[in-house]
């Protein structure tokens, strides 16, 4: 799998956009990006994916540039709830592969 | 419905001892995949499955077994645990399909080896 890499730490108003890069220049052409998130050392719980185009869904949105070697995720209007660690990560178009973590960004939304 | 459940939650071992961390999910999902996470880091792949009775390593699989001997439980052992398997273990489980569905993790067991 490709590797990514992201920011360690952020920072964001509540009720402000939060956007979080990655960066993953050696991305290929079977490869997903994908976004999870973990709160309080919770499980990893399941944002966004996306293979070349834009993507929304209920929480965010993801933006891919058009050569696939970046990404941002957009939480429109970050809450208290939203401070967590973001992973960012590139998995191949096969079945049964596994996701594999990086250290992610940890986020924080402060009042 | 469920999801992913993970049991037990807590655990306190003592150097030596072993134990079996089980994952159940009842999704029908033909793959799971046990991690490990260690404090300030990400999670790291143990051991995966892609189907009833087959596993396979992944990238820090030393110290650990599995077996997948039902498609709905994953099996994590530790046979003789050590200090430096105190870590925070999560499942997962993925539908069967390309790297394209989503991934459901469970809560995490937190096993702490004296």
């Known amino acids: 799998d490709a590797k990514t890499t992201q920011p360690t730490s952020m920072d964001c108003a509540e009720g402000r956009a939060a956007n979080l890069p990655c960066n993953h220049s050696?991305?290929?052409?079977?490869?997903?990006v994908y976004w999870y998130r973990q709160i309080h050392s919770q499980g990893p719980q399941y944002i966004i994916h996306?293979?070349?185009n834009n993507e929304t869904n209920e929480m965010a949105s993801l933006i891919i540039t058009e050569d696939r070697k970046s990404s941002t995720l957009i939480l429109p209007h970050a809450t208290l709830r939203d401070t967590a660690v973001y992973y960012c990560?590139?998995?191949?178009?096969?079945?049964?592969?596994?996701?594999?973590f990086g250290k992610g960004t940890t986020l924080s939304v402060s009042s | 419905n469920a999801g992913v459940t993970q049991t037990p939650k807590f655990r306190v071992l003592k150097t030596g001892q072993s134990m079996t961390l089980l994952c159940a999910q009842d999704?029908?999902?033909?793959?799971m995949y046990w991690y490990r996470q260690d404090p300030g880091m990400g999670l790291r792949l143990i051991h995966y499955?892609?189907?009833?009775?087959?596993?396979a390593k992944g990238e820090v699989p030393d110290g650990y077994n599995v077996s997948r001997l039902k498609k709905q439980n994953f099996l994590l052992g530790l046979e003789s645990a050590a200090p430096s398997q105190t870590s925070v273990y999560f499942c997962?489980?993925?539908?069967?399909?390309?790297?394209?569905?989503?991934?459901?993790f469970g809560q995490g067991t937190r096993l702490t080896v004296v």
């Open positions: 996306g293979l070349k």
């Open positions: 050696t991305i290929s052409g079977n490869e997903y």
């Open positions: 499955s892609v189907g009833e009775g087959t596993t």
């Open positions: 997962a489980s993925n539908p069967q399909g390309r790297g394209n569905t989503e991934a459901f």
């Open positions: 990560i590139v998995r191949y178009n096969q079945a049964g592969t596994a996701l594999i």
């Open positions: 999704m029908n999902h033909e793959y």
